[in-house]
């Protein structure tokens, strides 16, 4: 089952601007993480957020989770042509006897143009 | 270096034709999961596994097994592929559970003709 959506679908950017990604989630969560994939490549974890925190910080990474929204957004700084990727978000919904499952939206395609 | 390592990189088989993608983990890890990634849809997990010899199923299950024989290897066997199973295949794995950091694979793309 689809848990977590992306927005915008894709995103491109001049290199040194902002880049701003949303998720969107259904259910209640433990945690909630962000994952990187370049073209055709395996999933990179960039951050993890849990459900009692509101905002973290990961170098040029800022994520915040409102979960009375249930959203989260992650923002990159001051963006490189090396952040040009695909970029999802994962949440594991909260069952009360642990999480077997991790549901990962469809993902956001930033382009940084140099 | 810790990493997961998934052979072959890239298979084209025709209908029924058995075939296993092996997944192996030098982490120690106890839990691993195999997604499947398709254009539009994103991931959607098959199996996971949280130890030897515990295994359970995903979203999507139809048309695969899994064994886990050993805590570092998670093979992925497809009995019978058939066309919509062709996609990107992505095998996890990691140490504290499914709620936390996953190591991913570098993924099979595998078509079924």
């Known amino acids: 089952s689809q848990q977590g959506e992306e927005d915008p679908q894709a995103l491109s950017i001049q290199e040194g601007e902002n880049a701003t990604m949303n998720c969107s989630y259904k259910t209640s969560i433990n945690n909630l993480q962000w994952y990187r994939q370049n073209s055709g490549r395996g999933l990179v974890h960039l951050i993890l957020i849990r459900s009692n925190e509101r905002e973290k910080h990961s170098g040029r990474l800022r994520v915040t989770l409102d979960t009375s929204k249930k959203s989260s957004s992650l923002l990159i700084t001051a963006s490189r042509a090396a952040d040009t990727a695909s970029y999802f978000c994962?949440?594991?919904?909260?069952?009360?006897?642990?999480?077997?499952?991790?549901?990962f939206g469809k993902g956001t395609k930033l382009s940084v143009i140099p | 270096e810790a990493q997961v390592t998934q052979n072959p990189r890239y298979l084209i088989t025709v209908t029924g034709k058995k075939l296993t993608v092996t997944c192996s983990q030098n982490?120690?890890?106890?839990?691993m999961s195999w997604y499947r990634q398709d254009p539009g849809l994103g991931l959607r997990q098959i199996y996971y596994?949280?130890?030897?010899?515990?295994?359970d199923k995903g979203d999507v299950p139809e048309g695969y097994k899994v064994s886990r024989k050993e805590k570092r290897n998670f093979p992925l066997i497809l009995e019978s592929p058939s066309p919509n199973q062709t996609s990107l295949y992505f095998c996890a794995s990691s140490l504290q559970g499914f709620a936390y950091e996953q190591y991913f694979g570098p993924g099979t793309r595998l078509t079924v003709t």
């Open positions: 994962a949440t594991d919904p909260y069952s009360g006897a642990g999480s077997y499952q991790l549901t």
């Open positions: 596994s949280m130890n030897v010899e515990v295994t």
């Open positions: 982490m120690n890890h106890e839990y």
